[in-house]
């Protein structure tokens, strides 16, 4: 399978897997949160309850763990790919 071809098709691919790695990431974050907050769900910026500190260590902690499991699953399907057509996906 050429390069071009290759790239075509890991596109949609690639599109379905950022879907489930945002739910996936959505999901660990919200449990992370129960244990690590007071609260069962996390602050939103324009929340007037909660302080500057609460609302950006949560807005850190969502950024950490969304980029860890988009980079995770991204690694995971380029070497998916790889295995099914020999080639890196770019």
């Avoid at 399978?1 to 950022?18: D, E, F, I």
């Avoid at 302080?51 to 380029?78: C, H, M, N, P, Y």
Wanted: net charge positive; no cysteine; hydrophobic share 45%.
């Amino acid at each position: 399978m050429s390069g071009k071809v290759s790239k075509l098709a890991y596109k949609p691919v690639g599109l379905l897997l950022g879907i489930g790695a945002g739910t996936v990431a959505g999901f660990v974050f919200k449990e992370v949160w129960k244990l690590a907050g007071n609260d069962d769900d996390a602050p939103n910026a324009t929340d007037e309850d909660r302080g500057w500190t609460e609302i950006l260590v949560a807005a850190a902690l969502q950024g950490a763990i969304f980029s860890l499991v988009k980079a995770a699953v991204d690694r995971g399907g380029a070497v998916g790919v790889r295995k099914l057509t020999g080639q890196w996906p770019n």
